[in-house]
C-alpha cells in the first residue's frame, strides 16, 4: 500500500490550528497554583491561630516546636532554628507537589508556556526534556514520596485525634465536630493523591518485569494504579481540601467561625 510522507512545518510560538479554548486550563492552573502559593505562604508565616481544641492544621504538622499539647517540643532544642514551625515541614508537601509528574506537567504550561498547550508552537527550537540541568533535579520526586508517606501517617494521626475533646477537668472524650470531618477528608484526600504516585507505582511493582506470580506486588500495583488513573483530580482536590483545613482551623481559633459539634 502506497504510504504518504507527511512534513511536519515548525511553528511560531503560539501558533496553532487548535480552534478550542485551549489555554483556558492554563489560565485556571495559573490562578489556582499561585492563590495556592500565595496563601500557604501567607499562613506559614503566621506563627499563630494553628489549632484549635483537639485539631492542627495540615500546614503545621508535625508540630515540632511550640507552646502547644501538639507539640513535640515545647521549647525548642539548639538545633532546631528559632522560625515558624511551619516553615520547618512545609518543604516537604511542597517538594512534592513541585516534582509530580502531573504537576509538572501543568505549570510548564502554565508559568513559562513551554509548551503552551499541545499542539501548539513552543518557544524554542531544541528540546532537552528533564535529562538536563536544572529540570533532571525533579528526579529528586521519589525521595520526596518517601517524606510524603511519613506525612501520611502523621496527618492519619492528626485527624483521629481530632475526635477527642478534653473537658474542664482536661480528660478527653470522643466526640465529632466539623473540624473533626474536615481534618479526616483532608488526609483521604491526601491519600488518594499520594498513594496514586507515578513513583509509587515504579516502586511497588512498576520496575518488574513480569507481575505474575508475584501476587502481593500485582495487587499493590493494582491498586496505586487505580488511584493512578484519577491522579490529576486528587491532586488538584487535596490542593484545595488542605488549604481548605488550614482556614477552618484557622477561622475557628480565631473565633471567626464555629466548630459545629455533631456528636
Ligand atoms: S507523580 Fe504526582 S505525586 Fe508522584
Known sequence: ??????QLTRRKFGETVRRDAWWVPQIGALVVLSSFL?????AAFQN?????????????SPLIVGNSPHAW??????FIPAISPAL?????????RFTCYYYRGTYYKAFWADPPGCAVGEPRKSYLGEKSFPLIL????????????????????????????????????????LGSLVLTVNVILLSGYTLGC????????????R?????????????????????????????????????????????????????
Open 1 to 6: 500500500m502506497a504510504q504518504e510522507v507527511v
Open 38 to 42: 500565595a496563601y500557604a505562604t501567607w
Open 48 to 60: 499563630a491561630h494553628y489549632e484549635f481544641g483537639p485539631y492542627l492544621s495540615p500546614f503545621y
Open 73 to 78: 517540643f515545647q521549647k525548642a532544642p539548639w
Open 88 to 96: 520547618l515541614i512545609l518543604p516537604f508537601p511542597a517538594g512534592f
Open 138 to 177: 525533579q528526579n529528586v520526586h521519589r525521595y520526596f514520596l518517601y517524606a510524603a508517606l511519613l506525612f501520611l501517617i502523621i496527618l492519619g494521626l492528626d485527624a483521629w485525634r481530632g475526635y477527642w475533646f478534653a473537658d474542664a477537668s482536661g480528660v478527653k472524650h470522643f466526640g465529632i465536630g
Open 198 to 209: 507515578h513513583s509509587l507505582r515504579h516502586l511497588v511493582g512498576g520496575y518488574l518485569d
Open 211 to 263: 507481575l505474575s506470580g508475584r501476587p502481593v506486588r500485582k495487587k499493590a500495583y493494582d491498586c496505586v494504579s487505580c488511584l493512578n488513573r484519577g491522579h490529576m483530580n486528587w491532586a488538584w482536590a487535596s490542593l484545595f481540601w488542605v488549604a481548605f483545613s488550614d482556614v477552618y482551623v484557622r477561622l475557628c481559633s480565631m473565633g471567626i467561625w464555629t466548630d459545629l459539634r455533631i456528636l
